[in-house]
């Protein structure tokens, strides 16, 4: 059974840094795609940065480049969200998400993907 739990949410100020982790389990991890999603209240849920699983091509949604950093640790089974800068927009909910298929970063990041886990929020006050 996949299992994904997201961790390192809380409250912070603008300007400053979050790193979210999202542990997985109950799988191959090395052989899945991987994602960061969010969702502020009255909003969709928006695709923040995909990593496909074939050629690892990285996708950043235009409002968090440069600021924001994904990445993956097999050997831990784990994945990464690196926030730095962030600003009041940045406040929703994060969750992380694996696939199995193989589409590109861009794809996932916009149509979602098969797994996810519950979230864990994120807060910037200004």
């Known amino acids: 059974e996949v299992q994904l739990v997201e961790s390192g949410g809380g409250l912070v100020q603008a300007g400053g840094s979050l790193r979210l982790s999202c542990a997985a389990s109950?799988?191959?991890?090395?052989?899945?795609?991987i994602g960061w999603f969010r969702q502020a209240p009255g909003t969709e849920r928006e695709g923040v940065s995909c990593?496909?699983?074939?050629?690892?091509?990285?996708y950043y949604t235009d409002s968090v480049k440069g600021r924001f950093t994904i990445s993956r640790d097999n050997t831990k089974n784990t994945m990464y969200l690196q926030m730095n800068s962030l600003k009041p927009e940045d406040t929703a909910v994060y969750y992380c998400?694996?696939?199995?298929?193989?589409?590109?970063?861009?794809?996932?990041?916009?149509?979602?993907?098969?797994?996810w886990g519950k979230g864990t929020l994120v807060n910037v006050s200004s």
């Open positions: 109950g799988f191959t991890f090395d052989d899945y795609a």
């Open positions: 990593i496909s699983s074939s050629d690892r091509s990285t």
């Open positions: 998400a694996v696939d199995y298929r193989d589409y590109s970063s861009g794809y996932y990041c916009y149509y979602g993907m098969e797994y």
